[in-house]
T-cell receptor, first 111, second 117 residues
Framework: TQLLEQSPQFLSIQEGENLTVYCNSS?????LQWYRQEPGEGPVLLVT?????EVKKLKRLTFQFGDARKDSSLHITAAQPGDTGLYLC???????????FGGGTRVLVKP | GAVVSQHPSWVICKSGTSVKIECRSL??????MFWYRQFPKQSLMLMAT?????????EQGVEKDKFLINHASLTLSTLTVTSAHPEDSSFYIC?????????????FGSGTRLTVV
C-alpha cells in the first residue's frame, strides 16, 4: 500500500479545461513536494509546501496543503498541451528525510 | 538553482556484468543522496539512502549486495548494479538534498536507463 495515495491515476482532457490532482495520506508530512516528469527524464520540482492550509500559485498551477498536513492538491487552470506529463507528489516526514512518492497521475492535454 | 548530474544517461550491458551509475551535486554539498528505480508507467520507488562517509540505508526488499552504494564525498554518490540480469533493467534516478535549505531542497538527476541483455 502506498503511504501517499494519488488520484486519479490518469486524466485526459481537452485544451482549455481545468483539472485537479489529489494526494492523500493518513500520515502527517513536514513538507510535500509536487513534481512533473517527462518520459526519460528525472522529476522536476514544481513546488514545496510546508505550512498547513498553505496555498501556492505558479502561473496557471495552484497548490494546496491541507490544514492537517496530510493531503494536498494540484489544480491546473486552462490546461495546455505543454502541461502533459506525469505529476508526482512526494512527502517528507521530517526535513531531510527520505521522500515517499505517490503513485503518480498521468495527464494528457489534447489540442 | 541546485543541479544534480547523473551519468550515464543510458547504458546497455550484458547479463552477468556490473554497471556503475554516478550522481553528482554540482553546486552544493549533499550529505545525503537517494537512489530510486522506476518501472514504465509507474512512480519512483526508493531503493536506498546514501550517507556520506557511512553505510547506505536500504529499503526493505532491496539487496544491498546487488546494489552497491558508495558515497565517498559530499558531491558524489555511486550505485553499482552487480551481476546484472534482465529483470534489473529499469530507469534509475538519484536525488540529492542541499542541507543548507530548510524544508524541501530535493533535486533529482536526469536518470539512467539501464538495459540488461
Amino acid at each position: 500500500t502506498q503511504l501517499l495515495e494519488q488520484s486519479p491515476q490518469f486524466l485526459s482532457i481537452q485544451e482549455g479545461e481545468n483539472l485537479t490532482v489529489y494526494c492523500n495520506s493518513s500520515s502527517v508530512f513536514s513538507s510535500l513536494q509536487w513534481y512533473r516528469q517527462e518520459p526519460g527524464e528525472g522529476p522536476v520540482l514544481l513546488v514545496t509546501v510546508v505550512t498547513g492550509g498553505e496555498v501556492k500559485k505558479l502561473k496557471r498551477l495552484t497548490f494546496q496543503f491541507g490544514d492537517a498536513r496530510k493531503d494536498s492538491s494540484l489544480h491546473i487552470t486552462a490546461a495546455q498541451p505543454g502541461d502533459t506529463g506525469l505529476y508526482l507528489c512526494a512527502g517528507a516526514r521530517a526535513a531531510g528525510n527520505k521522500l515517499t512518492f505517490g503513485g503518480g497521475t498521468r495527464v494528457l492535454v489534447k489540442p | 538553482g541546485a543541479v544534480v548530474s547523473q551519468h550515464p544517461s543510458w547504458v546497455i550491458c550484458k547479463s552477468g556484468t556490473s554497471v556503475k551509475i554516478e550522481c553528482r551535486s554540482l553546486d552544493f554539498q549533499a550529505t545525503t543522496m537517494f537512489w530510486y528505480r522506476q518501472f514504465p508507467k509507474q512512480s519512483l520507488m526508493l531503493m536506498a539512502t546514501s550517507n556520506e562517509g557511512s553505510k547506505a540505508t536500504y529499503e526493505q526488499g532491496v539487496e544491498k549486495d546487488k546494489f552497491l552504494i558508495n558515497h565517498a564525498s559530499l558531491t558524489l554518490s555511486t550505485l553499482t548494479v552487480t551481476s546484472a540480469h534482465p529483470e534489473d533493467s529499469s530507469f534509475y534516478i538519484c536525488s540529492a538534498r542541499d542541507a543548507g535549505t530548510g524544508e524541501g531542497g530535493y533535486t533529482f538527476g536526469s536518470g539512467t536507463r539501464l538495459t540488461v541483455v
